[in-house]
T-cell receptor, first 112, second 112 residues
Framework: NAGVTQTPKFQVLKTGQSMTLQCAQDMNHNSMYWYRQDPGMGLRLIYYSASEGTTDKGEVPNGYNVSRLNKREFSLRLESAAPSQTSVYFC???????????FGAGTRLSVL | QKEVEQNSGPLSVPEGAIASLNCTYSDRGSQSFFWYRQYSGKSPELIMSIYSNGDKEDGRFTAQLNKASQYVSLLIRDSQPSDSATYLCAVNMGGGAQKLVFGQGTRLTINP
């Protein structure tokens, strides 16, 4: 039982390159989330998916797209990376009305 | 804009003392409140959840909620050096969407 798994753990991109961050959960949760965390700041929601087949914007969606591939997987895509997207990205999942969220280990992304 | 505010610290507490962490939130309709602990370079992990006014105790941790004052706190008794981390307050805002809003986190250091 791995919980929430993110790949890759580290990535360096050049400005304008694209990439997809992968997230998978094995807890049979309906809801999944993508956050970014910048130094000295809390977690900011990029996109979330309340259930398979649905996605919605969070607080900072510009420059990102998401795909809820199936119940287990929720990917985050940067189409044209910018230095402002240098951050640590966390995926999370939750189930139930209490919305207790469980986090992956994170992806550390640098855009040069 | 629904907000969650924390004192970013750093908060320095001697070993064995009580550490007190505070959080205020803006949305009166909020129903669920969480404290996450995040060690440097790691992902957030849930340590406490609270849903009703009053105190909730779990081992050395006590969460306190006052909905009238829109205030939630975390007390750590008999603080240990292993408690040194950033503590994130998260609030499940009202309005139906299952989204958490995080504070910026309080960095706690326990001095031996």
């Amino acid at each position: 039982n791995a919980g929430v798994t993110q790949t890759p753990k580290f990535q360096v991109l050049k400005t304008g390159q694209s990439m997809t961050l992968q997230c998978a959960q094995d807890m049979n949760h309906n809801s999944m989330y993508w956050y970014r965390q910048d130094p000295g700041m809390g977690l900011r929601l990029i996109y979330y998916s309340a259930s398979e087949g649905t996605t919605d914007k969070g607080e900072v969606p510009n420059g990102y797209n998401v795909s809820r591939l199936n119940k287990r997987e929720f990917s985050l895509r940067l189409e044209s990376a910018a230095p402002s997207q240098t951050s640590v990205y966390f995926c999370a999942s939750s189930e139930g009305g209490e919305n207790i969220q469980y986090f992956g280990a994170g992806t550390r992304l640098s855009v040069l | 804009q629904k907000e969650v505010e924390q004192n970013s610290g750093p908060l320095s507490v001697p070993e064995g003392a009580i550490a007190s962490l505070n959080c205020t939130y803006s949305d009166r309709g909020s129903q669920s409140f969480f404290w996450y602990r995040q060690y440097s370079g790691k992902s957030p992990e849930l340590i406490m959840s609270i849903y009703s006014n009053g105190d909730k105790e779990d081992g050395r941790f006590t969460a306190q909620l006052n909905k009238a004052s829109q205030y939630v706190s975390l007390l750590i008794r008999d603080s240990q050096p292993s408690d040194s981390a950033t503590y994130l307050c998260a609030v499940n805002m009202g309005g139906g969407a299952q989204k958490l809003v995080f504070g910026q986190g309080t960095r706690l250091t326990i001095n031996p």
